[in-house]
């Protein structure tokens, strides 16, 4: 082997490590990365319930950071199904923001609605007819939270309101039900950390190997022609 294919073969080996490592390092990041589980409650005659998930893989821990929810359901009292409203059942969070400060988690960034309209009627040849009810409900909520950059004194708030008014057929519309929730506190608890998985460092290693191996017989294939 001559000077020139000792130099070759040298820039080859110093390329391959310089990518082994790079890759590693990126593992090692990788590794860090969790999908955290808070179960949560709004503080107000439990006025609501749920659960979320999210990937912390994309957080820095500088300043304000937001990470959308992979997943969660929000169960809450202004819900409509009830006095003959088909309303949804629970309220779907994969998508909504969780606040982070400095690596921090503070609280959801999240809103709802819902509306719902239900007709019964009786026909005038049937006992008791002709008549008709109808049943009106809408609902909206929304959460956030105040004083992010306060370790002690930052707060996660919830507001929300439920109304259902019935219309009987030649009376008057009535109010059925009504809820206002305003400006109660959110409390939230970690209840699982998994860690995500990520390429084993040996079978990173083993592939960066595995690479250069094969670029060296390619070499020494050109070689030999």
């Known amino acids: 082997?001559?000077?020139?294919?000792?130099?070759?073969?040298?820039?080859?080996?110093?390329?391959?490590?310089?990518?082994?490592?790079?890759?590693?390092?990126?593992?090692?990041?990788?590794?860090?990365?969790a999908?955290?589980?808070?179960?949560?409650?709004?503080?107000n005659n439990n006025a609501g319930s749920g659960f979320f998930k999210l990937s912390n893989s994309s957080l820095t821990g500088i300043g304000l950071e937001q990470?959308?929810?992979?997943?969660?359901i929000f169960n809450t009292i202004l819900?409509?199904?009830?006095?003959?409203?088909?309303?949804?059942?629970?309220y779907n969070l994969a998508g909504v923001t969780a606040l982070f400060y400095q690596g921090d988690f503070r609280g959801l960034r999240a809103k709802g609605s819902d509306t719902a309209t239900t007709e019964f009627i009786v026909p005038p040849d049937a006992p008791g007819g002709p008549y008709s009810m109808k049943t009106n409900g809408g609902a909206s909520w929304s959460m956030d939270t105040n004083g992010?950059?306060?370790?002690?004194?930052?707060?996660?708030l919830f507001w929300g309101y439920k109304e259902v008014r019935i219309t009987p057929l030649n009376r008057p519309q009535y109010l059925a039900e009504r809820i206002i929730i305003n400006d109660t506190s959110v409390s939230y608890t970690l209840v699982d950390?998994?860690?995500?998985?990520?390429?084993?460092p040996i079978t990173v290693a083993g592939t960066a190997l595995g690479l250069a191996g094969l670029s060296w017989l390619k070499h020494q294939k050109k070689m030999a022609a």
């Open 193 to 200: 950390t998994v860690a995500e998985p990520v390429p084993e």
């Open 67 to 72: 990470v959308a929810v992979s997943e969660g």
């Open 148 to 156: 992010l950059e306060s370790p002690t004194r930052w707060v996660s």
């Open 35 to 43: 999908v955290l589980t808070y179960n949560f409650k709004v503080q």
């Open 79 to 90: 819900s409509l199904r009830s006095q003959g409203l088909q309303g949804k059942e629970y």
């Open 1 to 33: 082997m001559n000077q020139k294919q000792r130099q070759r073969l040298g820039s080859a080996i110093a390329s391959t490590m310089l990518s082994l490592a790079a890759v590693s390092l990126v593992g090692v990041d990788q590794a860090q990365a």
